[in-house]
């Protein structure tokens, strides 16, 4: 079995990011035929991290190219404010909210995030942040699941957090997704606050 090497994400690397995005946005299946434009999927969730200058990005390559990432931000707070201050304006004006019939349910959704205010955050509701600055995601293709390619990419990230001396790391799961849930306890997660779609789980790191 060809060896899959988990390296420091270039920005190189960020026209896969969109496809893996996109191949994985449908609650980890290929959400392709959801969305008119590729790209849209990960303008919010996949190309901002690599570009941000505090993001903390790890791609899995396999078969001389990345099919796997873990994107992370030390700081939720500070990355929200750079995405309402500098990443999202433009986006807003190419992807109005004057939806088109033909639009999905996971375009408007998309859309959706695009628009809304990103910063300040309310502290109230996620009081829990301070402990848990840190956030991530995590993608991978069919190709390199079952291969420990999660694992090392986690493994990476929560090293590189530990050197930062970052208290904590937490990230959001679909409450169907049972098996995302349980790589995540065996990573170290546990829930910190139940939602109606899922969780939001963390882990702590230094303290």
């Not at 929200?80 to 807003?92: A, D, H, I, N, V």
């Not at 301070?130 to 291969?147: N, T, V």
């Not at 409450?175 to 969780?199: H, L, P, R, T």
């Amino acid at each position: 079995m060809k060896e899959i090497i988990v390296r420091q994400a270039v920005l190189s690397d960020i026209p896969y990011f969109y496809e893996i995005c996109l191949k994985t946005g449908d609650n980890g299946s290929d959400a392709s035929a959801l969305f008119s434009d590729p790209y849209l999927i990960g303008h919010y969730y996949a190309a901002p991290y690599v570009l941000y200058q505090k993001g903390i990005c790890f791609a899995a390559e396999y078969e001389n190219r990345p099919q796997g990432y873990v994107i992370a931000v030390p700081d939720t707070e500070s990355y929200k404010q750079w995405l309402e201050e500098s990443w999202l304006p433009p986006l807003r004006k190419q992807f109005p909210k004057d939806y088109k019939e033909s639009f999905t349910d996971k375009e408007k959704n998309i859309i959706n995030l695009i628009h809304k205010e990103q910063y300040p955050m309310d502290k109230t509701a996620q009081h829990w942040l301070s402990e848990y600055p840190a956030h991530l995601h995590i993608d991978l293709l069919p190709s390199i699941q079952g291969k420990g390619a999660g694992r090392k990419l986690i493994n990476s990230l929560l090293n590189e957090l530990k050197r930062q001396n970052i208290s904590g790391l937490h990230l959001n799961v679909d409450i169907s997704n049972k098996g995302a849930v349980c790589f995540y306890e065996k990573m170290g997660f546990s829930v910190i606050k139940e939602q109606e779609w899922g969780y939001t789980m963390g882990v702590l790191i230094c303290g």
